[in-house]
T-cell receptor, first 109, second 113 residues
Framework: QQPVQSPQAVILREGEDAVINCSSS?????VHWYRQKHGEAPVFLMI?????EQKGHEKISASFNEKKQQSSLYLTASQLSYSGTYFC??????????FGQGTTLQVKP | SAVISQKPSRDICQRGTSLTIQCQVD?????MFWYRQQPGQSLTLIAT?????????ESGFVIDKFPISRPNLTFSTLTVSNMSPEDSSIYLC??????????FGPGTRLLVL
C-alpha cells in the first residue's frame, strides 16, 4: 500500500527549513528517502531501519517512528541545490519498495 | 553501491510496436526490479525479476504486456509490448543491495505516438 507524503509541495527561500512527512498504514521494516531532479533518476539520500533511529546527512536528516509507522525528512538551512521532488519509499513484509506520491520542493534565492 | 546502465536512454515508438529495454549492473545482484514513472507521477513497481525464476508482477501489470527476462545475476530486460500512447513513461531498472538500499538506473524515456 502506497505511503502518504505531506505536504505535496513546498516553496522556500534559501536558508529556511522544511519538514517532509511520510506515513504508512502498514507495519514497516525500513524507510528510504530519495530526491529526484527533473529529467534524472531518483538519487538515494538515506535509509532508516526498524528501531526508531534518526540519521543525518549534512544538513538533511530523518527520523523513523516505527510504532507510528511514520518518517520525517528534515532539511535545514536549505540551499538551491535542494530543489527537486522528494520520495519516501517504504518496505513492509512484502519486501518490496513502494513509493509515496512525492513532495515537490522549490528553493528560491 | 551499484552502477546501473540502461539501454536505450530514450526512444520514440509507433503504437502497436514493441520495445525491449536492457538493464546492466556492475555486480551480481539477486533482486532486480522494474518501475514505471508516468509524467508528473511517482514510481510504480511493475515487477520483481529474480534470476532463475519467473518474474513476479504487481497488480495491474501482466506478463503478456511486460515480459521480463533475467538470464543472469547482472542483466535483465523489460519489453513493452503492443504499445499505446498510455505507455509513454520513464522505465527504471532498480537493484537491491542487502544492508544498503535500492539503487536506480538512469531510466529509459519512452514516447509512444
Amino acid at each position: 500500500q502506497q505511503p502518504v507524503q505531506s505536504p505535496q509541495a513546498v516553496i522556500l527561500r534559501e536558508g529556511e527549513d522544511a519538514v517532509i512527512n511520510c506515513s504508512s498504514s502498514k507495519a514497516l521494516y525500513s524507510v528510504h528517502w530519495y530526491r529526484q531532479k527533473h529529467g534524472e533518476a531518483p538519487v538515494f539520500l538515506m535509509i532508516l531501519l526498524k528501531g526508531g533511529e534518526q540519521k543525518g546527512h549534512e544538513k538533511i536528516s530523518a527520523s523513523f517512528n516505527e510504532k507510528k509507522q511514520q518518517s520525517s525528512l528534515y532539511l535545514t538551512a536549505s540551499q538551491l541545490s535542494y530543489s527537486g521532488t522528494y520520495f519516501c519509499g517504504t518496505v513492509g513484509n512484502t519486501g518490496k519498495l513502494i513509493f509515496g506520491q512525492g513532495t515537490t520542493l522549490q528553493v528560491k534565492p | 553501491s551499484a552502477v546501473i546502465s540502461q539501454k536505450p536512454s530514450r526512444d520514440i515508438c509507433q503504437r502497436g510496436t514493441s520495445l525491449t529495454i536492457q538493464c546492466q549492473v556492475d555486480s551480481q545482484v539477486t533482486m532486480m526490479f522494474w518501475y514505471r514513472q508516468q509524467p508528473g507521477q511517482s514510481l510504480t513497481l511493475i515487477a520483481t525479476a529474480n534470476q532463475g525464476s519467473e518474474a513476479t508482477y504487481e497488480s495491474g501489470f501482466v506478463i503478456d504486456k511486460f515480459p521480463i527476462s533475467r538470464p543472469n545475476l547482472t542483466f535483465s530486460t523489460l519489453t513493452v509490448s503492443n504499445m499505446s500512447p498510455e505507455d509513454s513513461s520513464i522505465y527504471l531498472c532498480s537493484v537491491f543491495l542487502p544492508q544498503e538500499t535500492q539503487y536506480f538506473g538512469p531510466g529509459t524515456r519512452l514516447l509512444v505516438l
